[in-house]
């Protein structure tokens, strides 16, 4: 990355005592799409906020474009923020929401309708212009909030929950058109939200958040396979944790008692992650001795691919299963024995 | 709900609307009545609109009383003054309500809750009372004088009861929880992401309390409005128990000449004249505002 | 902060405003002095002649009456109002019912009583009810101007209120005539209760229409203490007021307490 487009340098806040945030650095690249994403009271929407302007932060900077913004009301902010209730003026029709913003500049009313009219087709909100708020749809004025910020081009774009609202067909539609507007204007976009696949799917780097704090900044392929911790492991998808041992230079996965050969790192790990989906079950056809036997507990057809509860030693995790894979796992049933294997490189080891 | 009606159900359902005709509606008539009746010295005081001698059925009808309430420029005037006193305590009680609403309704929810019973008290407590305390406090010898004898601004207690500005503190202090109420009321309903979107959107704070709050709680301005201006309008209390001679208004004027002066046809005339002067507007403009609100819907 | 310091200046002078006169009253009502502006010491004095003063008792014990009867009728006759207006959806010239129902909150109390009280003059002369003038002629003229306030109250409550939760209780069982007692009339209580405070306090504070409509033996406790307080000042009045705001607040506080422990369940 080279000159940091935004830049939160140590930015904390508290709420009558309660640490809203403690130290937050973060380096946001021009053009990106960044995510914010932690559970509720983690913090992510009031550094939202902080960056629009609505709060000061108690300690720390911000800098947009190496010049620093913190002291500045948001009125004079060159960004905007789109909320999560859209917050449209319920007494002002679409056009007149848009144009709000405009009006607050000095331009000239042709070049206001100009651009009014270029967003109104580029959201392809034709046809509504006269229309009041209460008579519009979820999506629409979804898109008429989208339309307010960006009528004012932005050089930063904030969206708090912006698919929130919206039910779940509209929401993964809506999920695209929100990429490839952002591709097109190219617009860097910070997005808040708490729901992870969202998260994954829109953005090119998130930070997960907790407590006020950043505990892991990364691509969504980063975030997902080499989870810092085991809080992230939780939280992005579904987890399989286990212990491992450090005997004798062995390095042993405790619950599954088996021993890692292949491995070059031998530090002194305490935890190690395989996801569901790096975990494939064979139904046993005859009964042997050997040492991965697990009994499935619980067996969901997804469609696409099928869920099963593995229970080994009294401990319990998941393998996913492409259906179009192997066709023989639909044989699998409750209670059955299975054999399990996995890839040594797919283990991902971490400390707790 | 009509389904489950049943006829004598129905006419149950209408009983108050008969009430309100016979008390309210028959009395106003009655008044248009004797506003049109001819004054006499007797009981009642005024000759019947209908009577019959030899000559047949006599109609004693006459516009006298409006045309000597018009061409007297001391009822002009009483009308005049009646409305620019609720005019003036009606904006005062905006401009001091209108803040004090705001932040209240803008207080944490503990606070506000506290707050909201502070405001309810006084609107609870005796009408009468809280523009006798004024009395009190206005005194020649009251607090308020001793006050500024005390820090030295006046030298000898001044008076400051018995004028048209004691009128008005009384009305202000009195009816700003009328003002304050309502507008609490749409201004606690009030999203506050709107007043950040509208700064995030470039607009100053003045600008957004122009263009997003102000008209938002329009319908609160309106409503504490209509609560302040009507009953002022008609006010008697407060003019006796704190206003002089300065300024007479009509609420007095109506009083005075049925008690005093026991001229039943020119209060009568006065009181409709009043409600065609300073009712039918309001009513009008309720009416408007309501199938504005109704679109709105 | 400086935000927060115009706040707690704005709030502070406004409460202030609101209070001040109604204190500094309290205040003197402990003076041991007949000139009430005249500090001359503590005492109940005024508390123990208010207490047996006749006049005064008798108008509070009237206006009491008057007021709880006045406050009942006219929240029957709202809730009524409020029900058509709201649930007969079908209800012939609606605007025109809506006219009747809310004339009386924008008629000043100078007319209404003045009209009334020669309406009261003319129905004698004419059928001879009502016989004289007094307590029921008082009562009469409280509900009239009292139904539209409690009226609006209703009408408000209802018009938010979901009508699923009748066709629900009808589903479980409920038959229809006992939907209203089950289930409507529980929910809308609190509007019905703040109607009925409402119509009490309006009869209990009215002065005006009270005056022009009052006879012999109705003489509420504003009509008592104007005649005390019209001309001059009256230590009696002050311990009045003071145990009038007493008794307000104590309502208030228990008000918000009612409320909070709702809220916390």
């Known amino acids: 990355m080279s000159e940091p487009f935004l830049q939160i340098i140590d930015v904390s806040k508290r709420f009558d005592n309660v640490v809203a945030l403690d130290k937050v650095n973060l380096k946001i690249a021009k053009s990106e799409i960044f995510s914010l994403l932690g559970s509720s009271g ?9 960056i629009a302007g609505f709060e000061r932060p108690d300690e720390g900077r911000i800098l947009l474009e190496g010049k620093d913004i913190t002291k500045l009301p948001p009125y004079v902010r060159p960004l905007n923020i789109m909320f999560q209730n859209y917050a449209l003026f319920p007494h002002l029709n679409v056009t007149n929401n848009i144009q709000f913003g405009l009006k607050e500049e000095k331009i000239s009313k042709e070049e206001i309708n100009h651009r009014v009219n270029e967003i109104l087709n580029l959201l392809e909100l034709n046809g509504l212009e006269k229309r009041k708020i209460n008579e519009i749809s979820g999506g629409q004025q979804q898109r008429v909030a989208l339309a307010r910020c960006l009528v004012k081009k932005p050089k930063l774009l904030l969206l708090d929950e912006p698919l929130a609202a919206l039910d779940k067909q509209l929401r993964v539609q809506t999920q695209f058109e929100l990429v490839n507007l952002q591709y097109k204007l190219g617009i860097t976009f910070i997005i808040v939200t708490h729901d992870q696949e969202e998260a994954m799917s829109l953005s090119d780097r998130m930070a997960i958040m907790k407590n006020g704090e950043i505990l892991q900044v990364g691509n969504p392929v980063e975030i997902y396979e080499k989870p810092k911790d085991k809080y992230i492991a939780n939280f992005i998808g579904t987890a399989n944790i286990f212990n491992v041992l450090n005997k004798n230079n062995q390095i042993i996965i405790k619950e599954l008692n088996y021993e890692v050969k292949n491995i070059n790192n031998k530090e002194n790990y305490v935890k190690c992650l395989i996801r569901p989906e790096k975990i494939s079950v064979k139904k046993l056809e005859n009964q042997s001795d050997n040492l991965n036997i697990g009994v499935v507990k619980e067996v969901a057809y997804l469609g696409s691919y099928t869920k099963y509860l593995i229970e080994v030693n009294g401990f319990e995790f998941y393998s996913f299963i492409q259906n179009s894979l192997v066709s023989d796992n639909l044989q699998i049933r409750r209670d059955d024995k299975v054999q399990i294997s996995f890839n040594e490189t797919s283990i991902y080891f971490f400390n707790d | 709900m009509i389904k489950n009606l049943k006829k004598q159900n129905v006419w149950f359902v209408f009983t108050p609307y008969l009430w309100l ?27 019947d609109l209908f009577s019959l001698s030899e000559n047949g059925l006599e109609i004693n009808s006459t516009l006298g009383n409006y045309l000597f309430i018009f061409s007297d420029p001391f009822y002009i005037r009483s009308y005049l003054n009646s409305l620019s006193l609720a005019f003036t305590s009606t904006l005062l009680c905006l401009l001091i309500g209108y803040p004090i609403a705001f932040y209240v309704a803008k207080s944490k929810t503990s606070i506000r809750n506290i707050l909201l019973i502070m405001l309810i008290i006084p609107f609870w407590s005796s009408f009468l009372l809280r523009v006798y305390a004024w009395k009190v406090l206005l005194q020649g010898s009251g607090i308020i004088n001793s006050i500024l004898i005390h820090i030295g601004l006046i030298s000898e207690p001044i008076s400051m009861l018995h004028n048209h500005y004691a009128v008005i503190l009384g009305v202000v202090y009195t009816y700003l929880p009328f003002m304050i109420l309502p507008l609490y009321g749409y201004l606690v309903k009030f999203d506050l992401n709107l007043i950040d979107a509208s700064n995030d959107l470039g607009a100053k704070p003045f600008n957004t309390f122009v263009k997003v709050i102000l008209p938002l709680s329009l319908p609160g301005i309106v409503a504490g409005s209509m609560l302040v201006f009507i009953p002022v309008v008609g006010e008697y209390i407060i003019p006796e128990m704190l206003g002089g001679s300065d300024k007479l208004y009509f609420g007095k004027i109506i009083w005075d000449e049925f008690f005093v002066n026991r001229d039943w046809p020119i209060a009568s005339a006065l009181a409709m004249s009043g409600i065609v002067i300073l009712v039918f507007p309001i009513i009008i403009f309720q009416l408007m505002y309501a199938k504005y609100n109704f679109r709105n819907e | 902060m400086n935000k927060l310091f115009f706040k707690i200046l704005t709030l502070t002078i406004g409460f202030s405003f609101l209070y001040f006169p109604i204190l500094t009253l309290i205040a003197y009502s402990f003076n041991d002095n007949k000139r009430v502006m005249v500090w001359k010491g503590f005492s109940f004095r005024w508390y123990k ?22 406050a009942t009728f006219a929240t029957v006759m709202g809730v009524m109002i409020g029900f058509s207006l709201t649930r007969i959806s079908k209800i012939p010239a609606r605007p025109f019912f809506i006219f009747l129902s809310s004339s009386p909150l924008v008629m000043p109390e100078i007319i209404l009583g003045l009209s009334l009280l020669l309406f009261f003059i003319s129905s004698n002369h004419i059928i001879g009810f009502p016989s004289s003038k007094g307590q029921l002629t008082v009562l009469i003229s409280h509900i009239t101007f009292s139904v539209a306030f409690v009226a609006v109250i209703i009408q408000s409550r209802l018009s938010s209120y979901d009508k699923n939760i009748e066709e ?19 929910v809308i209580l609190p509007a019905i209760l703040s109607g009925w405070l409402l119509a009490f306090t309006l009869s209990l504070d009215d002065l005006v229409v009270a005056s022009f409509t009052t006879g012999p033996g109705a003489n509420t406790l504003p ?43």
């Not at chain 3, 009237?62 to 009867?69: E, P, V």
């Not at chain 3, 009696?236 to 506080?253: P, R």
Request: aromatic share 10%; charged share 15%.
């Open chain 1, 42 to 50: 983690c913090g992510k929407s009031t550094l939202l906020r902080i």
């Open chain 2, 21 to 47: 005709v016979l008390f309210f509606f028959v009395p106003l008539a009655l008044i248009f009545k004797i506003s049109i009746s001819v004054s006499e010295w007797g009981m009642p005081p005024y000759r």
């Open chain 3, 49 to 70: 002649e208010l207490f047996h003063n006749e006049q005064i008792l008798e108008a509070f014990y009237t206006s009491l009456k008057i007021a709880s009867l006045s």
């Open chain 3, 168 to 186: 629900a209780a009808q589903d479980l069982g409920t038959i229809p005539n006992m939907i209203f007692w089950k289930v409507t009339a529980p």
């Open chain 3, 223 to 265: 009509i008592v203490v104007f005649s005390k307080v019209r001309l001059g000042l009256s230590p009696e009045v002050n311990a009045l007021s003071a145990i009038i705001m007493l008794i307000v607040i104590l309502a208030a506080i228990s008000i918000y307490l009612i409320n909070r422990s709702n809220i916390k369940k």
